[in-house]
C-alpha cells in the first residue's frame, strides 16, 4: 500500500488528523508519494472518493496521482476522485451546476478585444505616455484578476499605473464591452472559470469536499486562493516549497503560503527533508544560494543518493554562439540519452541558438511549449467548426474560419456574425435556417470621448448570388444583402450553412470529425493551406512540396479523428483539447526548457546556459516589479532540475550585438568564482 512505501516525514504528514496541514517539500523530496499516500489514507479511513478534491498545475500531474491511486483502489474508485486543474475542476463542477459556457484561449480572447479596441480612437498623443495596445491591456487585466481580489480595475491601475491616467475612461469602456460581449456569446477565459466558479460557492451552490489536497501551493495567486476559500474548506492538504515560487509575473503570492499558520486556526507545518533526486553536490550547490532568500519556515535538507557523482561544472566562453555550439557538441559526446538531457534557459530567445547548433550536427530537439500539433492551420480550422457547432454563439471561432474566404476580412466577418446573431435570436444556426424578420444590420452611434467612431453600412442586392446554385432557402437569407459581401465569401458562407444544416443531429465526436472533413467547407480550407504550402517564389505550385504538404496534413487530420474516439460527444472533446493542448510538446530528443516549463521535471543532465548579469538574473523583469529574491528561486529550481550531472555555462560577448557580458551573481554566490 503508499504508506508503506513514506519515510517517516511523508508517513507523518500523510496520516495527519483532519484539519489545515501544510507539508513544506523541497525538491525531490517525494511530494507525489506523499499526496497520492494522503489520498489512500482518507479513503481506508472511510471518505468517500467523491468527496476528494485534488487541485494541481498540471492535468498531467493529477492524472499521474489518480492513476497512482487507482492502482491500488482501482479505476472505478480513483476516477471518483474530481482531480486536475484550477481551470479544469472548475469547468466540471461548473458544467454539474448547468452553466452553459465556452471556454476561450487567451490569444483568442485577445482578437475579440482587438476588435472592440480597433473601434476606438485614441485622443491623447500630445501626451509623454502612449496608451496600451490591445494584447497588453488584456495582460495587464488579467494580472489584475489573478492578484486582486478587492476593488476595480481603475482603482488598481490608479494604484500602480497612474501615469495612463489620462486613458483609464477608455480602458474601462473598451474592457466593459469585452465582458458584455463575453457574457452575450456565454465565452469565459482562465481567470473567468475561477471567478464565475467562486462567486457561485459564495451564493451557496451545492458543492462541497470533506478534503481538498493543493499541489504546488506556493504558486497560487490570490485568485485560487479566494476559490479555496469559498469552499469553506474543514480540512486542507497543501503541499509547496517557498523556494520554489517562480510565478509572480502571473500574480502568485508568496505571502499565501507563507501566511498559512496565521491565517488557519489550529494549522500544522510538516517538512519533507530528505532528496531522492540529486547528487549531494548538485543540492549543496543549489542550497549556498536559495540560503541567500528570507527563510519562511525552517528546513535542512538530507541527501539520499549514494554513491560518487560529478560536481557541478562552469564553462565559460568568449562569445554566446560557441557557448551554445560547444554545448551542442559536450552533449553529443555525452553517454546520457538525449531524453535525459535538458537545456535551461532564463528566457525564450537563448532556445533559438542553442536548437541550431544542435541540428547542425544532426541532434534533435523539443522545445515544450513550442509550436505543436494543435497550431497547425488544418487542425484549428477544423476545431473552429467543432466549436461552432457546439456553441452557435460562438464569434471568435466564426472570425477566425472567415480568413480562408476570399475578399473577408476581420471586419466584414464580424458583420456577417452580428447580422446572423440578430435574426437568429442569439444563436447563428437559428440565423441560418429559420431568421426571423428583424433587419440583420444597423449602423453605430460615434462618441468622440470613448474613442468611438462611425461605421458605413451599404445593402445590396441578393440577386448577385442567383448563378452561383446556392439553395433556394439560403438565397432569401437577409445577410446576403450585405454589400461587402462578394461571390467568394458568399460561396464560403454557404458551404458552412450546407454542413452545418447535415451535422446537425450528430452526437459522437468522431462521427463530427469525419464530417468535418469531408465538408465542402473543410475541402476549400484545405485547398487554400496546400496551395500556400506549395507555391514558389516565382508562383508555381511544386508537385513534391504539394504532396509532401497533403501527407503531413492527412496525417494530422488522422490523428484527431483517432483522438476524437475517446470521447462519446461533441463538447467533451473540443473541452478536454481546450483544457490540455497547452502542455502538450512536440518531437523527441534533447529538452530545450525555459525555468518556468522545466518546472516538476528531472534529467540525469542539465544545462544552464546563459548565466550572465542581466539575461539571469533578468535584470529587466525585476526592473518591472520582479525581485532578486524571485530571480533566485527561478535559479534554484532551474538546479534541482539536475540528478546526476550540472553544468552551468555563460558568455564575455555576443558577437551579433556586440555587448559585453558579466557572470550572473549566482555564479559567484554558488562559490564557483
Not at 535 to 556: P, V
Not at 616 to 633: D, H, Q, T, V, Y
Not at 641 to 659: I, Q
Amino acid at each position: 500500500m503508499p504508506l508503506s512505501h513514506l519515510n517517516f516525514e511523508q508517513k507523518s504528514a500523510a496520516t495527519a488528523p483532519t484539519g489545515y496541514n501544510l507539508i513544506i517539500a523541497s525538491a525531490g523530496t517525494g511530494k507525489t508519494s506523499t499526496i497520492v499516500a494522503r489520498i489512500a489514507h482518507l479513503l481506508q479511513n472511510g471518505v468517500k472518493p467523491h468527496q476528494i478534491l485534488l487541485l494541481t498545475f498540471t492535468n498531467k500531474a493529477a492524472s499521474e496521482m489518480v492513476d497512482r491511486v487507482a492502482g491500488f483502489f482501482g479505476e472505478s474508485v480513483a476516477k471518483e476522485i474530481e482531480a486536475g486543474t484550477f481551470h479544469a475542476v472548475s469547468y466540471r463542477l461548473l458544467k454539474k451546476l448547468s452553466k452553459n459556457i465556452t471556454l476561450k484561449q487567451p490569444n483568442e480572447l485577445k482578437v475579440l478585444l482587438k476588435s472592440i479596441y480597433d473601434k476606438r480612437k485614441f485622443h491623447h498623443f500630445d501626451s509623454k505616455t502612449s496608451p496600451y495596445k490591445s494584447s497588453y491591456l488584456y495582460d495587464i487585466y488579467s494580472l489584475f484578476q489573478n492578484s486582486s481580489t478587492k476593488g476595480d480595475f481603475h482603482s488598481w491601475l490608479k494604484e500602480s499605473h497612474a501615469e495612463h491616467e489620462l486613458y483609464f475612461d477608455i480602458y474601462d469602456d473598451i474592457l466593459n464591452e469585452f465582458n458584455e460581449q463575453k457574457n452575450r456569446f456565454g465565452y469565459v477565459g482562465f481567470n473567468d472559470l475561477l471567478i464565475l466558479l467562486r462567486d457561485q460557492l459564495l451564493k451557496g451552490a451545492p458543492i462541497s469536499f470533506r478534503e481538498i489536497l493543493v499541489d504546488e501551493y506556493q504558486d497560487t495567486n490570490s485568485l485560487q486562493g479566494s476559490l479555496i476559500d469559498s469552499f469553506k474548506p474543514k480540512s486542507l492538504f497543501c503541499v509547496g516549497d517557498y523556494d520554489q515560487s517562480i510565478y509572480a509575473f502571473n500574480g502568485a503570492n508568496i505571502e499565501i503560503i507563507g501566511s498559512f499558520s496565521h491565517r488557519y486556526n489550529g494549522a500544522k507545518v510538516f517538512t519533507l527533508t530528505k532528496n531522492y533526486r540529486s547528487s549531494s553536490k548538485i543540492l549543496s550547490l543549489a542550497n549556498r544560494v536559495i540560503e541567500k532568500n528570507k527563510r519562511l519556515y525552517p528546513k535542512a535538507l538530507e541527501v539520499t543518493k549514494s554513491g560518487e557523482y560529478e560536481a557541478p561544472k562552469l564553462l565559460i566562453y568568449g562569445e554566446l554562439f560557441a557557448q551554445y555550439q560547444a554545448i551542442a557538441k559536450m552533449i553529443k559526446e555525452s553517454r546520457t540519452a538525449y531524453e535525459e538531457v535538458a537545456v535551461i534557459f532564463r528566457n525564450n530567445s537563448s532556445a533559438d541558438g542553442i536548437e541550431a547548433s544542435l541540428k547542425e550536427i544532426g541532434i534533435s530537439s523539443k522545445r515544450k511549449g513550442g509550436i505543436s500539433f494543435f497550431d497547425a492551420k488544418e487542425i484549428k480550422a477544423i476545431l473552429e467548426l467543432v466549436a461552432i457547432f457546439v456553441n452557435p454563439k460562438d464569434m471568435i471561432s466564426f472570425m477566425h474560419l472567415f480568413e480562408y474566404a476570399k475578399g473577408v476580412g476581420p471586419a466584414l466577418s464580424k458583420e456577417i456574425f452580428d447580422g446572423l446573431y440578430k435574426i437568429g435570436d442569439g444563436d447563428i444556426l437559428k440565423g441560418f435556417f429559420n431568421p426571423n424578420d428583424e433587419e440583420p444590420f444597423e449602423k453605430r452611434a460615434q462618441n468622440r470621448q470613448l474613442g468611438l467612431f462611425d461605421d458605413n453600412l451599404e445593402l445590396g442586392s441578393v440577386g448577385r448570388f442567383y448563378k452561383l446554385g446556392f439553395d433556394e432557402e439560403f438565397l432569401s437569407n437577409p445577410v446576403l444583402k450585405l454589400s461587402k459581401l462578394n461571390s467568394d465569401g458568399a460561396v464560403f458562407l454557404h458551404n458552412m450553412y450546407q454542413f452545418l444544416k447535415k451535422s446537425k443531429n450528430i452526437k459522437r465526436a468522431s462521427t463530427f470529425i469525419d464530417a468535418v472533413v469531408n465538408s465542402k467547407i473543410y475541402l476549400e480550407i484545405e485547398e487554400f493551406l496546400l496551395k500556400r504550402r506549395a507555391t514558389l517564389k516565382d508562383g508555381s505550385i511544386d508537385k513534391t512540396l504539394l504532396e509532401n504538404a497533403k501527407d503531413a496534413m492527412d496525417r494530422r487530420v488522422l490523428l484527431l479523428k483517432n483522438l476524437s474516439k475517446n470521447y462519446s460527444t461533441v463538447d467533451s472533446f473540443l473541452n478536454a483539447l481546450t483544457l490540455g493542448s497547452s502542455e502538450m510538446s512536440e518531437g523527441e530528443g534533447v529538452n530545450l526548457l525555459t525555468v518556468h516549463s522545466s518546472k516538476g521535471l528531472e534529467f540525469e543532465d542539465v544545462y544552464i546556459v546563459d548565466l550572465m548579469d542581466g539575461r539571469f538574473p533578468n535584470r529587466k523583469l525585476m526592473s518591472m516589479g520582479g525581485s532578486i529574491e524571485e530571480e533566485r528561486r527561478l535559479f534554484y529550481v532551474a538546479t534541482t532540475r539536475a540528478k546526476s550531472r550540472l553544468f552551468l555555462s555563460f558568455a564575455k560577448y555576443d558577437r551579433l550585438k556586440r555587448a559585453d557580458y558579466v557572470h550572473s551573481l549566482f555564479l559567484a554566490e554558488a562559490g564557483l568564482l
